[in-house]
């Protein structure tokens, strides 16, 4: 079974300060993919970032960075320099290298940025 | 190029009513996508298309849950004989390719809120 962990259930910063968001995952597929989905008040997700389990390279866009860590199976995601903007839920999600399609979702971070 | 879009975006409803969601997906992306999401969750997948074909469906889309992409376009969801537990938002999502493909993003609309008294 997979399951997909975001301990934080919410988090405030103020603005300007860097954050991060934690995701630890569970699979016994020795390949997989793990994404980060962003939910605005508006409702719809945004994609953020897909990883690869065989590529363990640390990801930086813009003030947006990810660390996966496949030796404690976590893929946390840092956001430096936090804007009001950045103000939303946010998803982790694990799905399978191997014939289905499903995306596994943690139960998300809400993160609030204070002005 | 207008994004995935849902209709209705809100539902209320009697328990023991049929309600049906329609997604209209971006054009030409031949796979569609329903997922639910509860209050405080995070999505959960029901079922996915590939064309007109649904190929996977979740355990939690029991006999009540009917969904369909007759022409390989637009997809509607139907849920029959309402409970309050189908109370939720339900997604609907498209993308030119599978997850594993390309950069495996998935488009999301808004979501169709349902209520269910």
């Known amino acids: 079974a997979q399951k997909v962990t975001q301990a934080q259930t919410e988090i405030s910063v103020v603005e300007k300060e860097d954050v991060t968001l934690d995701c630890v995952y569970e699979?016994?597929?020795?390949?997989?993919?793990l994404f980060w989905y962003k939910q605005p008040p508006s409702g719809e997700l945004v994609f953020l970032i897909r990883r690869n389990s065989f590529d363990e390279q640390n990801e930086i866009s813009g003030r947006y960075s990810w660390n996966f860590q496949k030796s404690t199976s976590s893929f946390n995601f840092t956001i430096t320099a936090s804007q009001v903007v950045d103000s939303a839920v946010y998803f982790c999600?694990?799905?399978?290298?191997?014939?289905?399609?499903?995306?596994?979702f943690g139960t998300g971070t809400r993160l609030t940025i204070i002005p | 190029d207008t994004g995935v879009s849902q209709d209705p975006r809100h539902k209320i409803t009697k328990r023991g009513q049929n309600v049906t969601f329609r997604c209209d997906p971006i054009s030409e992306h031949n796979r569609l996508y329903w997922y639910r999401q509860t209050l405080g969750q995070g999505p959960e997948f029901l079922t996915y298309f590939q064309n007109e074909a649904q190929l996977e469906k979740s355990r939690l889309l029991s006999d009540r849950f009917s969904a369909e992409r007759p022409k390989g376009s637009f997809s509607t969801l139907e849920i029959q004989r309402t409970e309050q537990g189908d109370s939720a938002m339900y997604l609907c999502?498209?993308?030119?390719?599978?997850?594993?493909?390309?950069?495996?993003?998935?488009?999301f609309g808004e979501g169709s809120r349902l209520t269910v008294l």
């Open positions: 699979t016994r597929d020795t390949t997989y993919y």
């Open positions: 999600a694990l799905k399978s290298n191997f014939g289905n399609e499903k995306l596994t």
């Open positions: 999502a498209s993308s030119p390719l599978g997850v594993a493909a390309t950069t495996g993003e998935l488009f």
